[in-house]
């Protein structure tokens, strides 16, 4: 079974950082886009930052210059630093990948991961 594992989520202020991890688990074969999104309340889940296999990224307009996302493919994880965090940054960060597994060999499959609280106080 392929499961997201979130990490690193936290209470920082206004001009700190935080480093966000993701592990993905399981009878992985390979996977394709692996990536974060955010929902704070009331608004709706947007991508921050995603990066593909061939390790080409791109970012929300409102992080870029400030955050970088990587992957350890050896791991399966993906990482989001995040500096100069803002308080319009505090949301729920969720990873989401796009895997290939035993279970699903021939078709990528979409993941979610349990999701990690950000927040960032002025």
């Known amino acids: 079974q392929v499961q997201l594992v979130e990490s690193g989520g936290g209470l920082v202020q206004a001009g700190g950082s935080l480093r966000l991890a993701c592990a993905a688990s399981g009878s992985i074969i390979g996977i394709h886009t692996m990536g974060w999104y955010r929902q704070a309340p009331g608004k709706q889940r947007e991508l921050v930052a995603q990066v593909t296999s061939g390790d080409s990224t791109n970012y929300a307009n409102s992080v870029k210059g400030r955050f970088t996302v990587s992957r350890d493919n050896a791991s399966y994880t993906v990482f989001l630093q995040m500096t100069n965090l803002k308080p319009e940054d505090t949301a729920v960060y969720y990873c989401?990948?796009?895997?290939?597994?035993?279970?699903?060999?021939?078709?990528?499959?979409?993941?979610w991961g349990q999701g990690t609280q950000v927040t960032v106080s002025s």
């Open positions: 989401n990948a796009d895997i290939y597994s035993r279970q699903s060999p021939l078709r990528a499959s979409n993941y």
